[in-house]
Each structure stands twice: as structure tokens, then as C-alpha cells.
């Protein structure tokens, strides 16, 4: 006769069971859960990794330039026009062509102007010379202002006391501030001159 104690030696005891689970098996709705919340957590993670490099990176700034367009040594305007007519002029043909072009859109542009819109010149080369002939041939029922706004000095202050002063012969009329002045020439403009250009 064995022992109680022998027969429990001999009797394996059962271990957990180890298989693993079969690849078709689907998960738990709570399995899924845990999985997504923890994929958003990673991604999240990125994101604000990402966030943080970007802003360190360009919070520091670039290294900036004390220069000024009024520290530019400029020629007088005389010597500039004379070195200019020195030089060769290229394209000669495609720059009438482009000039009759503008000339052409005369008309458009003064129909905009009285519907309230604004002409807009930009690109390479200065746009004076046609901006001067389309004044002289269609903004004849007002007076013109000429603004050269590559002047450094000027301001709104200049072109309003431009419109008070040489329009509206306001000579001896004194403002407090650039709004009162406007005020003044939205009420009293009408009666000097039906349109003004700018």
C-alpha cells in the first residue's frame, strides 16, 4: 500500500494551459477597445512630438538684418534718368506691343474706377508712364494726386493734407487727428470736386 503522500507525487499536478490561441479566433469588443485606445495613444504621442520639434525649431528665429531701404545710397533722380538713357533698350518691340496692350485696357480700367474698384499695376519695370497717360486721357473730371510711395518720409498724413490743403484750399483749417481730417473730406470733398484720384 502506497502512502497518500506517494500517490500525490505521482498524480502531476495541471498546469495553466499554454496553447495559444487559434489565428481565426476573434477578439473581444474589450480587446479591440484596449487596442485602438492604445494605437490613438501612440499616433497622439507623434503628433505631439512633432508639434514640439517644429516650435523649437523655429522659435529661436533666423538672424536678422539691421539694413534699411533709407540706408540705400540712391542717385538723384536727374543722374539715375541720365545713366538710364545710356543703356541699351531690349525688346524694344515686345514693349510696345505690351504698352498698346495696357492703352487698350483704358477703358475697362476707367469703368472700374467709377464703380468704386481700384487699378492695380505691379510686375517688373516702372508703370509710371502708362499710368500718367491713362490719367491725362480719362480721370479729366477730377483732380489727379500723384503719390510716389518709394518716398520713405511719406505717410498717410502727407496725401491727406495733400487733399485738404491743395483740393480743398483748407490752408488755414487745423485738424487734432487723421481721422478728423477724414471726416472733414468725406463731408465737404463733394462740394470741391465730384471725383479725386489717387
Not at 494551459?17 to 473581444?28: E, N
Not at 504698352?99 to 476707367?110: A, L, V
Not at 490719367?135 to 511719406?154: D, H, K, M
Not at 462740394?191 to 471725383?195: R, V, Y
Given at each position: 500500500r502506497k502512502s497518500s503522500s506517494a500517490a500525490e507525487k505521482s498524480i502531476p499536478e495541471e498546469e495553466p494551459?499554454?496553447?495559444?490561441?487559434?489565428?481565426?479566433?476573434?477578439?473581444?469588443l474589450h480587446e479591440r477597445l484596449n487596442e485602438l485606445e492604445d494605437k490613438e495613444d501612440g499616433e497622439e504621442d507623434e503628433k505631439i512630438t512633432a508639434r514640439v520639434t517644429y516650435r523649437s525649431a523655429f522659435q529661436?528665429?533666423?538672424?536678422?538684418?539691421?539694413?534699411?531701404l533709407s540706408q540705400i545710397n540712391m542717385l538723384?533722380?536727374?543722374?539715375?534718368?541720365?545713366f538710364i538713357k545710356k543703356l541699351k533698350s531690349k525688346n524694344l518691340s515686345?514693349?510696345?506691343?505690351?504698352?498698346?496692350?495696357?492703352?487698350?485696357?483704358?477703358?475697362?480700367?476707367?469703368?472700374?474706377?467709377?464703380?468704386?474698384?481700384?487699378?492695380?499695376?505691379?510686375?517688373?519695370?516702372s508703370k509710371k508712364k502708362i499710368m500718367q497717360l491713362f490719367?491725362?486721357?480719362?480721370?479729366?473730371?477730377?483732380?489727379?494726386?500723384?503719390?510716389?510711395?518709394?518716398?520713405?518720409?511719406?505717410n498717410v498724413k502727407n496725401i491727406l493734407d495733400c487733399i485738404t490743403k491743395d483740393i480743398m484750399q483748407a490752408h488755414t483749417r487745423t485738424?487734432?487727428?487723421?481721422?478728423?481730417q477724414v471726416e472733414y473730406i468725406r463731408e465737404f470733398l463733394p462740394?470741391?470736386?465730384?471725383?479725386v484720384y489717387l
Open positions: 494551459s499554454t496553447t495559444p490561441t487559434k489565428a481565426g479566433r476573434r477578439k473581444s529661436k528665429g533666423g538672424p536678422t538684418s539691421n539694413n534699411t538723384p533722380p536727374r543722374e539715375l534718368q541720365k515686345a514693349k510696345k506691343t505690351l504698352f498698346q496692350r495696357y492703352t487698350n485696357k483704358f477703358r475697362e480700367w476707367y469703368l472700374q474706377m467709377q464703380a468704386g474698384f481700384n487699378v492695380l499695376l505691379y510686375g517688373v519695370g490719367a491725362s486721357e480719362w480721370l479729366t473730371e477730377g483732380p489727379v494726386i500723384v503719390v510716389n510711395g518709394y518716398f520713405p518720409a511719406l485738424f487734432n487727428t487723421q481721422l478728423d462740394e470741391w470736386a465730384p471725383s
